[in-house]
């Protein structure tokens, strides 16, 4: 059964500092990877996927992420955090063999502080 | 990517009553999704609504409580009927990419809050 792990329910960081949001993940096929973003009272937005191809994918608001097949993650990270960062961040996978649909990790709240 | 606008954005409603909402897509799209989330908290999907075919409901989720109309590619409408406090929450529409090839990725409406009394 498909599976997305977010162990840490939130996590603070200072303005200027890289920032490190974490996923792992189980599927029985190949992953597709997904991170979402969500400001307060607002719909989710789409970042970054990894599909196929380079690990190391980049994504909107400079925020890239990084496939590990070994260690089954797929941890967002960004070099250098911003204030307008802060929001809840959800990690989401999809199992393309099995099914259309998406499961999504229970989110991570990113703070940064100033 | 898709621009998806969702009516009402929030609203109180009394037990017993329903309410319906409505999804708005850009482009034509094959699949839309309907999902819950408590304000915080992850995202459960209800249905998922196909055109011209019957919605699919996810485990735990009925028809005749959450009746889904998907009339045409642009377009849907969920509605949660018979409402109690427990249906307090934000419903969200989503659809997969755009037109064009495929992209896998979601893109989701603001959102309506719902509120029980």
């Known amino acids: 059964a498909q599976s997305v792990a977010q162990p840490e329910d939130q996590v603070n960081v200072a303005e200027g500092n890289p920032l490190t949001v974490k996923c792992t993940y189980s599927v029985s096929g190949n992953p597709y990877l997904f991170w979402y973003v969500q400001y307060p009272n607002r719909g989710l937005q789409f970042l970054l996927k990894?599909?196929?191809?380079?690990?190391l994918v980049k994504g909107s608001y400079g925020f890239e992420a990084e496939f590990n097949k070994s260690q089954t993650s797929f941890h967002l990270k960004k070099p250098s955090a911003l204030v307008s960062d802060s929001a809840l961040y959800f990690c989401?996978?999809?199992?393309?063999?099995?099914?259309?649909?998406?499961?999504f990790g229970t989110g991570t709240r990113l703070k940064v502080l100033a | 990517s898709a621009v998806i606008s969702q009516k009402p954005s929030r609203d109180i409603c009394q037990r017993g009553t329903s309410l319906t909402i409505q999804c708005q897509v850009d482009?034509?799209?094959?699949?839309m999704f309907w999902y819950r989330q408590q304000p915080g908290q992850s995202l459960t999907l209800i249905a998922t609504?196909?055109?011209?075919?019957?919605?699919?409901?996810e485990s735990g989720f009925v028809i005749d409580k959450f009746p889904i109309s998907r009339p045409n590619l642009t377009f849907s409408t969920l509605t949660v009927s018979n409402m109690s406090p427990e249906d307090s929450s934000i419903y969200l529409c989503s659809v997969e990419g755009g037109s064009g090839s495929p992209h896998y990725e979601q893109y989701f409406g603001p959102g309506t809050r719902l509120t029980v009394t």
């Open positions: 609504a196909n055109q011209g075919s019957e919605a699919t409901y």
């Open positions: 482009s034509q799209v094959t699949m």
């Open positions: 990894y599909i196929t191809g380079d690990n």
């Open positions: 989401a996978v999809r199992d393309l063999s099995l099914t259309y649909k998406y499961i």
